[in-house]
Each structure stands twice: as C-alpha cells, then as structure tokens.
C-alpha cells in the first residue's frame, strides 16, 4: 500500500511488550452498541494518506 523501498529490521521486543496484539472489540459493541465501519484497507489507506501528509508538513517546518 505505501511502496516503500524500506528495509525492515526484526529487533528484541521490550521487556514488557506484548507477544500478540489483536485486540477483542465485542465489549465495545456489547457495551457502547458500536462496531468498525470502515473495512481494513480504506482505514489503511487513510491512516497512511494521514501520516505522509504530517511527515511533508513537519518536514517543511523543520527545514525553514
């Protein structure tokens, strides 16, 4: 999605890190009536669009 030509590096996790993280939503639908409405690759695409969008802008302020 983001056609990165970036090397991806394993590291050691933290001490505390968790092994898996999947979070479960059903307390969140039990309790609050609420449930995702957007499907994993628009939020993807989004979340990505977002994040190039505030690294242009930071750059743009860090080098003036």
């Not at 050691?12 to 409405?37: E, V, Y």
């Not at 939020?43 to 994040?51: A, N």
């Amino acid at each position: 999605l983001t056609d990165s030509k970036s090397k991806i590096v394993s590291l050691p996790s933290a001490p505390h890190d968790p092994q898996r993280r999947k979070p479960d939503i059903a307390n969140a639908n039990q309790k609050l009536g609420w449930s995702p409405s957007t499907d994993i690759e628009t939020g993807l695409v989004s979340t990505i669009k977002f994040f190039k969008s505030a690294l242009a802008q930071s750059l743009q302020t860090t080098h003036v």
